[in-house]
């Protein structure tokens, strides 16, 4: 429960720079790369009406930029400032004060005007980016987009440049008078994983999944 | 792959209204209850200077009023427009085509304006919450805050009056064409768990956690 708050940047402006336990920051791009590489779901926000939505999405990366889509229904899919964030959370802190409980995680903040893509061939490539994050060797062992699928879609660009990493990692912080042989403490790990593929109704009985598809 | 946007509100007002796929909305609060009860961490969008910022936190709730906290020092805790989201992801849907890739997930949305708590006893009882949220049984457990310790701490309550559930689960939802014996397609389970509990180094050695501690 110990009250934490932000982290460290890759590039800091006014908005990113850091405020508190400045030790949790990861200053470097690759830290980056990896919370973003390693996560399945970001939540974006955005403003409307001058308040925030805050929505759950898939995403991809190619070099310094994130894709996001949706449908052109979606009305929250638009040009503008957003902010992506990504978060793994590795383990719940367990300390002999309510204070100093805490979480192990790793998170990237991201924050960007969100660019509509245009270009056909970078559409394309951003939603390859997006499916194969989400289930790499689909994108060459499904089918691809139609013209009208094409059409139906929304892609958006966040630039990487301003950027935050924070990580927690460790025991917790208890102050020293507080410990004693009586109160456990310490750290429940955290982890997620695939279960087994559940093939849908059509596909024909005992042929299991191909190779690329996420298994533990 | 497949666009997705809104949900189903609880409680629709101009800005919580569905957009689209209505039929991924739950409509009743329980719904939102079990999403929220069942999360871990929630992502608070708030509005800084016209730009959304997104932070992961933890939280609690008691009846309809959702707490977060964090130290007087962390600037984003503010009063004023906050959104918070609790995402759950369940699983990766592999379609033929990859238009039709998706997610299973349940995520909740509330649209609050955050309040501060200023007293005492709801501030404790929302501390309670949040701790009693992220590790059961720890606040009979563990010591309690001090003077000093709650004076450090900002505690912010959301009202759950305003909020949408969303909800995809089951198989792929292929255009018929695309069906074929030779494309494999479902659904790949995820989930997350504890794992072993790690003492922290003063614990003694063979003193393991008490029965409260998340384990598997």
Do not use: Q
Not at 95 to 103: I, N, Q
Not at 141 to 146: E, F, G, M, N, T
Not at 173 to 181: P, Y
Request: proline share 8%.
């Amino acid at each position: 429960m110990r009250p934490d708050s932000t982290g460290v940047t890759l590039s800091p402006t006014p908005r990113t720079t850091v405020g508190r336990l400045r030790e949790r920051g990861a200053t470097d791009r690759a830290a980056l790369y990896d919370v973003l590489d390693t996560g399945l779901v970001c939540h974006v926000g955005f403003v409307r009406e001058d308040a925030p939505i805050v929505l759950p999405t898939g995403y991809g990366r190619i070099d310094d930029t994130l894709y996001i889509h949706g449908s052109t229904g979606a009305r929250w899919l638009r040009e503008g400032p957003v902010c992506v964030t990504v978060t793994h959370l590795d383990g719940i802190v367990y300390a002999r004060s309510v204070f100093h409980f805490s979480m192990n995680y790793r998170s990237a903040v991201v924050l960007a005007d969100a660019r509509t893509v245009t270009d056909e061939a970078e559409r394309r490539a951003g939603l390859e980016a997006i499916v194969e994050h989400l289930a790499p060797g689909s994108w060459g062992y499904a089918r691809v987009p139609s013209r009208k699928e094409m059409a139906a879609t929304v892609v958006l660009a966040v630039d990487l440049a301003e950027a935050s990493v924070k990580i927690r990692t460790g025991p917790p912080g208890d102050d020293a008078e507080d410990i004693t042989d009586e109160v456990w403490a310490g750290v429940v790990p955290l982890s997620s994983g695939f279960g087994v593929p559940r093939p849908d109704v059509h596909v024909p009985a005992g042929a299991g999944p191909p190779p690329h598809v996420h298994t533990r």
